[in-house]
């Protein structure tokens, strides 16, 4: 991390360090080791808490490496933040938030880009950008917005076009088993499919 994210306060409990990172655009790459568990950064709203990295593969990163925010500590936690990847598309793939931890969970947050926004990655470590293709679901229920149709999409065999019977095996009880681990967060959440 860089010198300017750690000026925030940090509070730290037996369970999780809790990390306030204040109103503000950090413009830096941020990697949570996995020597580094129970990471909880809570922002100020996604409209006032920014951390924006530009990393791109057309700039010579790997699509693994481009990450704005790397998230490989267990039990990872982040509140009111927006994560965004500003390269654009012109500059090919770049990952706004990857995700290579167990029990991580954000909760009004926005997570911006163009290319492969967001990784959530469980493998080897291998850093080898076509791994995940041979056991990748990629699912799509009800975007909408700018760049929303699904008409060019990627004709990988694991793409899919999810109806709300689809989206059902999704909910936080189902995918997850909420009360396992979720429920001791504090964090709120749905359980269904709109």
């Known amino acids: 991390m860089d010198k300017r994210f750690l000026n ?3 509070s ?14 950090y ?8 020597n580094k568990p129970n990471i909880f950064l809570r922002g100020e709203g996604t409209d006032a808490t920014k951390i924006t990295g530009n990393r791109s593969v057309g700039d010579g990163w790997t699509t693994f490496r481009s990450a704005t925010l790397v998230v490989s500590g267990d039990g990872f936690l982040v509140w009111d933040i927006t994560i965004e990847k500003t390269a654009g598309a012109k500059k090919h793939q770049a990952v ?3 995700v290579n931890a167990d029990f991580a969970a954000l909760y009004r947050c926005y997570i911006n880009g163009y290319q492969r926004t967001l990784w959530i990655q469980w493998s080897n470590g291998d850093d080898n950008d076509d ?3 041979d056991t990748l679901y990629y699912g799509e229920y009800e975007n909408n917005g700018p760049g929303s149709s699904t ?9 899919h076009r999810m109806n709300k019977k689809d989206a059902y095996n999704f909910r936080v009880s189902e995918f997850i088993n909420n009360d396992e681990w979720l429920d001791s967060t504090s ?7 709109q």
Do not use: H, M
């Not at 730290?12 to 655009?25: A, E, F, L, R």
């Not at 413009?27 to 996995?34: A, F, K, L, R």
């Open 12 to 25: 730290i409990s037996n369970d999780k360090t809790i990390i306030y990172v204040k109103q503000g655009v």
């Open 131 to 133: 791994q995940e293709l």
């Open 8 to 10: 925030v306060q940090v």
């Open 96 to 98: 706004a938030l990857r």
């Open 151 to 159: 008409n060019d999409r990627v004709t990988w065999k694991g793409y």
């Open 187 to 193: 964090f709120p959440y749905p359980d269904g499919v």
């Open 27 to 34: 413009e830096e790459n941020v990697e949570i080791p996995s």
